[in-house]
T-cell receptor, first 113, second 117 residues
Framework: AQSVTQLGSHVSVSEGALVLLRCNYS??????LFWYVQYPNQGLQLLLK??????LVKGINGFEAEFKKSETSFHLTKPSAHMSDAAEYFC???????????FGKGNQVVVIP | GAVVSQHPSRVICKSGTSVKIECRSL??????MFWYRQFPKKSLMLMAT?????????EQGVEKDKFLINHASLTLSTLTVTSAHPEDSSFYIC?????????????FGPGTRLTVL
């Protein structure tokens, strides 16, 4: 079975500062890894995903994440936070070849002007 | 492209009644749709996988007789919460995979807030 750990339900970051959201996973088989963003009253939107190949993945809105197998991590970063980045962010894992997603509890990001 | 809608966005019902939630893929066909439940300050929990023209596959611990899923067409899946109780109050989210598209890429609906009085 797979699971995802996201620490810190609320994350505050100053505008222009680095955004770092941590995600650790457990999976019995090679995983596919995802980050989703959810704005108020909207559905989840895919930010980026890792399936195979390059371990540094670039996504939309300037976000990127790096898959580190040895650390079972897939942390999300953005060099400079914008006010529009305020949202809920979810990390998710899916075992290779299986389309069922397991989500972390999410991080509510607050951007301080 | 790849827009998923849900209807209604909010519903309030009395205990003991049944509520139907629709999930539609607006601009693509979806052979597989998923239903999730999201509790406050909790992650999304996969309830079931819905495949067009066949029975849904329920996750362990999800009562299939309580949460009826129908996926009668390539653009519509419905979730019916039968004999709803206050503990069924939650945020229900559906997602869909594009038929013939990349596996593991799901497009999510905006969710339905169910409140059972």
């Amino acid at each position: 079975a797979q699971s995802v750990t996201q620490l810190g339900s609320h994350v505050s970051v100053s505008e222009g500062a680095l955004v770092l959201l941590r995600c650790n996973y457990s999976s019995s088989v090679p995983p596919y890894l995802f980050w989703y963003v959810q704005y108020p009253n909207q559905g989840l939107q895919l930010l980026l995903k890792y399936t195979t190949g390059a371990t540094l993945v670039k996504g939309i809105n300037g976000f990127e994440a790096e898959f580190k197998k040895s650390e079972t991590s897939f942390h999300l970063t953005k060099p400079s936070a914008h006010m529009s980045d305020a949202a809920e962010y979810f990390c998710a894992v899916s075992p290779y070849g299986n389309n069922r997603l397991a989500f972390g509890k999410g991080n509510q990001v607050v951007v301080i002007p | 492209g790849a827009v998923v809608s849900q209807h209604p966005s909010r519903v309030i019902c009395k205990s003991g009644t049944s509520v139907k939630i629709e999930c539609r893929s607006l601009d693509f066909q979806a052979t597989t749709m998923f239903w999730y439940r999201q509790f406050p300050k909790k992650s999304l929990m996969l309830m079931a996988t819905s495949n067009e023209g066949s029975k849904a596959t329920y996750e362990q611990g999800v009562e299939k007789d309580k949460f009826l899923i129908n996926h009668a067409s390539l653009t519509l899946s419905t979730l019916t919460v039968t004999s709803a109780h206050p503990e069924d109050s939650s945020f229900y989210i559906c997602s869909a995979e594009v038929a013939g598209g990349p596996k593991n890429e799901q497009f999510f609906g905006p969710g339905t807030r169910l409140t059972v009085l």
